[in-house]
């Protein structure tokens, strides 16, 4: 039986039904433009499903690159992915989510600020006639370190995030998320061998496993804390930070360190807590920790938060993602 084809060529050499070419000469003109239909002008049956708001909506992970201001005034580029959402009203669908993204290209070539962001959020609220906006900017943060003892250098390579909110009220919010690597060494099995070597003259080896923290604060109106800022707070109080470049004097200075500052993963929280409570530019933490065990074939996790009242809480739960 001889087959219609709608898009291709048969196998008998019949036409299709519907011819497919892109003209390449064709070129749009203002009222072309204008003519082309708008879902924003859709009846308000065309709502699928409940014909309720939509808390958020938008674009997730375009990437371009975007420029940042170190803590000592130097300015580096860097590939960004962001996430830029809005609400979206009951009687409302077919947000144009370019309008997001162009309204980022827009201030591109700016250096990334707090003030940038929130003129980002702004053209959001005009430009998409919304009531609330977010967005976050991540990005892989370079930081050059010293070796222990050897003097060597190397880069760190640290998971940042910046995000902002502006709500319909116009309040606007700034966070900083960052995820910081180090050592934790287990003090009971660090008793237990010295136990052994005590009574028996037995050698062992204490457990220590890489363990990472994730910092999630939330900015003071007015202050401004730098991602180094956040960087020292999390070395200050785990001191243990995974090292970049070593040599045998450094790998020895390590295990010393490590020695200095046995931590279970409630010692971590704890220690971050003291740090970041202390800092009068921070408005509000929350901080999960992970020691992925190499004692266990499970992992030891810690959630902490500042406590303030109505403000971010202990339900970190997406400890997978503390991989390291």
Same mark, same amino acid.
């Given at each position: 039986m001889k087959k219609t084809m709608y898009l291709h060529r048969s196998s008998r050499g019949a036409s299709p039904r519907v011819e497919r070419a892109y003209d390449t000469k064709f070129k749009v003109t203002p009222d072309y433009r204008a003519s082309l239909p708008d879902m924003m002008d859709a009846a308000h049956n065309v709502i699928q499903g409940a014909?309720? /708001?939509v808390q958020q909506v938008g674009v997730h992970n375009f990437k371009l690159p975007l420029k940042f201001r170190t803590k000592q005034k130097a300015i580096i580029t860097l590939e960004a992915k962001v996430t830029g959402t809005v609400s979206l009203q009951a009687d409302l669908k077919g947000i144009n989510m370019s309008r997001i993204v162009r309204s980022f290209y827009d201030h591109k070539d700016s250096v990334f600020t707090a003030e940038w962001m929130g003129r980002i959020l702004r053209s959001y609220l005009k430009n998409v006639e919304t009531k609330d906006a977010r967005l976050k900017v991540r990005f892989s943060? /370079?930081?050059?370190h010293r070796s222990l003892r050897?003097?060597?250098?190397?880069?760190?390579?640290?998971d940042v995030a910046f995000e902002g909110i502006m709500t319909r009220d116009g309040e606007w919010r700034r966070f900083i998320h960052f995820d910081f690597v180090y050592s934790s060494a287990c003090p009971c099995s660090a008793e237990l061998a010295e136990h052994a070597r005590d009574t028996r003259e037995v050698y062992g080896v204490p457990h220590s496993q890489r363990s990472k923290a994730r910092v999630l604060i939330e900015e003071m109106p007015g202050k401004r804390v730098w991602i180094e800022d956040v960087h020292a707070l999390c070395l200050r109080a785990l001191r243990t930070e995974t090292q970049v470049m070593v040599k045998r004097e450094d790998e020895q200075a390590f295990a010393e360190l490590n020695g200095a500052h046995l931590k279970f993963v409630e010692d971590a929280a704890r220690l971050l807590y003291r740090e970041f409570d202390s800092d009068k530019r921070?408005?509000?933490?929350?901080?999960?920790?992970?020691?992925?065990?190499s004692l266990h074939s499970h992992d030891a996790v810690s959630v902490i938060c500042k406590g303030v009242q109505g403000g971010l809480g202990a339900n970190f739960t997406d400890?997978?993602?503390l991989v390291c």
């Open positions: 014909h309720v /708001p943060y /370079p930081m050059l050897s003097g060597l250098e190397g880069y760190q390579f640290y921070v408005r509000d933490f929350q901080i999960a920790c992970s020691h992925l065990e400890f997978d993602s």
